[in-house]
């Protein structure tokens, strides 16, 4: 059975800093995605990484794969308030998802 | 909006009683999701169509629940005799079969069931 795990579950940072938020998942998958949840509404789709050593960038979030280690990466560079939220990662088709990732910001 | 769309929002019910929500999904996309999301958790995998074929259902899922997707199209997703347990948010989401298979997700239906 396919598990994805986070870690941490829980984040509070302050504005500038950097940190990075990991996904493990423990059989084979052909890609792997990472989405985004603000309290109260639905998903966001942030990036899909599809084979080894995938790397995607959007602003101050970057995204990286190793499926060797069935290991993905988001990091978050010079954070700022408005990153606040929920990320979760996601892996297979049928989108098995982790618990998610509650990232809180401090100004 | 050409996005996912679900309705109601939100859907209060007594324990015992049937509920149906509904889902249209993006014109051209092929497949059709439906998840559940409790409160700090992530979205649950329910079930899933390729066009009119329902071709997973979660193990988890109950014999109450039940879901269609008539002319690859719109799908409902029906719970039979709802229980407390079943309140939670219901995702539905859509993609285009092929390439980065990425789903859109709708807004949500929120069931509360007293």
């Known amino acids: 059975e396919l598990k994805v795990e986070q870690n941490p579950l829980f984040l509070s940072m302050q504005e500038g800093k950097n940190y990075t938020i990991y996904c493990n998942y423990s059989t084979t998958s052909d890609r792997l995605y990472w989405y985004r949840q603000d309290p109260g509404k639905s998903l966001e789709s942030l990036f899909v990484?599809?084979?080894?050593?995938a790397v995607k960038q959007e602003g101050r979030l970057m995204a990286s794969l190793d499926t060797k280690a069935r290991l993905s990466t988001l990091h978050i560079t010079a954070a700022v308030h408005d990153l606040s939220a929920t990320y979760f990662c996601a892996v297979d088709d049928k989108i098995i998802f982790g618990k998610g990732t509650r990232l809180h910001i401090l100004p | 909006d050409t996005g996912v769309s679900q309705n109601p929002r939100h859907k209060i019910t007594k324990r015992g009683q049937n509920v149906t929500f509904r889902c249209d999904p993006i014109?051209?996309?092929?497949?059709l999701y439906w998840y559940r999301q409790t409160l700090g958790q992530g979205p649950e995998f329910l079930t899933y169509?390729?066009?009119?074929?329902?071709?997973?259902k979660s193990r988890l899922l109950s014999d109450r629940f039940s879901a269609e997707r008539p002319k690859g199209s719109f799908s409902t997703l029906e719970i039979q005799r709802t229980e407390q347990g079943d309140s939670a948010m219901y995702l539905c989401a859509s993609s285009l079969l092929g390439g980065k298979n990425i789903q859109y997700f709708g807004a949500g239906t929120r069931l509360s069931v007293l």
């Open positions: 014109s051209e996309h092929n497949r």
């Open positions: 990484l599809l084979s080894n050593g």
């Open positions: 169509f390729q066009n009119e074929a329902q071709l997973e």
